[in-house]
């Protein structure tokens, strides 16, 4: 698979595959992002659609890579921040990965995006990366060629340079957006 610039946008021919994988990590960063629960709701606050309190730091590495705090010095200062930003940042990821979904050719083929699905997609394999490199503890250093062909972690690793290989595709098709 291989992005190219046309007019209006993007294409791509998509093997089975690759659809497969797409569609299987799109879904995991849906389950990741779904949005935080919160039981004990202010009234004011839900009209706003702000949680009613604090919004913790996650728990979970990968979680936290895809919502990391916006300041790491300052535990105050990152609750107020998370609290205002949370939900917004979860819905953009999701809509993400679900404007990749909507837009995947089932089972591959001829795939079609405008500039704004572009994006979207550009977003979704940038989250899907972070999320795998986390799980897989990736770091400058970690090199495929360590782990023999067969080796599960081997073939994770393909799957992430796939992702960026795929973010670069894409990526190079794009014009960028002025007065944005």
Request: hydrophobic residues 40%; charged residues 30%; negative net charge.
């Amino acid at each position: 698979m291989r992005f190219t610039r046309h007019r209006g946008g993007v294409r791509a021919e998509i093997e089975a595959v690759e659809a497969q994988v797409l569609t299987q990590l799109a879904n995991e960063i849906l389950g990741i992002v779904e949005p935080a629960h919160d039981d004990m709701e202010d009234p004011l606050a839900a009209m706003v659609g702000l949680p009613s309190g604090d919004v913790a730091t996650p728990e979970d590495p990968v979680l936290m890579r895809l919502l990391p705090d916006a300041y790491r010095d300052d535990d105050g200062a990152a609750s107020d921040f998370r609290r205002y930003t949370d939900a917004d940042l979860r819905a953009t990821k999701r809509g993400h990965a679900t404007v990749l979904l909507e837009t995947l050719p089932e089972g591959g083929g001829q795939l079609k995006l405008d500039r704004d699905q572009a994006d979207a997609w550009l977003g979704a394999l940038n989250d899907m990366r972070l999320a795998l490199g986390t799980s897989m503890g990736v770091t400058e250093e970690t090199d495929p060629d360590d782990y023999d062909e067969e080796h599960p972690a081997r073939q994770a690793l393909e799957v992430y340079g796939w992702l960026g290989w795929l973010q670069e595709s894409l990526l190079s098709c794009l014009d960028p957006r002025l007065g944005s």
